[in-house]
């Protein structure tokens, strides 16, 4: 299983970016794509995951209404669409994949099997 993580880009505060996990190395769409960020000298926070068999989508409190995760199955892909990022401190953005179909999200860190290098995502005032 391998996970590219791009379009992490200098964004200027209250822009937009989209981000893109594309997973290969499996086939289906029994799996779970997490996003997760990091930002310097802090702890990691989940920001978002989708269950992409059955579109079950969870987000932080901190990105509720900003952010948007979707999917193209086609392409085996998950995207997170990222608005108005005046609010949030550069962090490198993760994407990571479990196998398959929770009953409930967010999961935990330690859930997700597998985890992209991370891009990422500068804010600048």
């Known amino acids: 299983v391998h996970l590219a993580e791009s379009g992490g880009t200098l964004v200027q505060a209250g822009g937009s970016l989209r981000l893109s996990c594309a997973a290969s190395?499996?086939?289906?769409?029994?799996?779970?794509t997490g996003w997760v960020r990091q930002a310097p000298g802090k702890e990691r926070e989940g920001v978002s995951c989708m269950s992409v068999s059955d579109d079950l989508t969870w987000y932080a409190d901190s990105v509720k209404g900003r952010f948007t995760v979707s999917k193209d199955v086609a392409k085996n892909t998950v995207y997170l669409q990222m608005n108005d990022l005046d609010s949030e401190a550069p962090s490198i953005y993760y994407c990571a994949v479990t196998f398959g179909t929770p009953n409930a999200l967010p999961l935990r860190d330690d859930d997700y099997g597998y985890w992209g290098l991370g891009t990422q995502v500068p804010v600048s005032s």
């Open positions: 190395g499996f086939a289906g769409d029994f799996y779970v």
